[in-house]
């Protein structure tokens, strides 16, 4: 089994940090119609979602799963 290097792991950590991160400006955007001027501005917007709502778009939209399908 070949070893990963923590190099490795910590790109891959970094890349789905910047997927989410991507996801919640485009559902903030969505929601707003707009775009997010601020982190303060997204923090708000996110504290003022249900997590568990909030959590299921993300998973949907990082994981490709179509909404219209349940």
């Known amino acids: 089994m070949r070893n990963v290097g923590t190099g490795q792991v910590g790109r891959n ?3 789905r940090q910047l997927k989410r991160a991507r996801a919640l400006l485009e559902m903030f955007e ?3 119609g707009r775009r997010a001027v601020t982190v303060e501005e997204l ?4 504290g003022a979602q ?4 909030l959590q299921i778009r ?3 939209r990082l ?3 179509d909404a219209g399908v349940l």
């Open 13 to 15: 950590a970094d890349k």
């Open 30 to 32: 969505e929601d707003c």
């Open 43 to 46: 923090r708000e917007w996110m």
């Open 50 to 53: 249900y997590t568990d709502q």
């Open 58 to 60: 993300m998973n949907r």
């Open 63 to 65: 994981h490709g799963i």
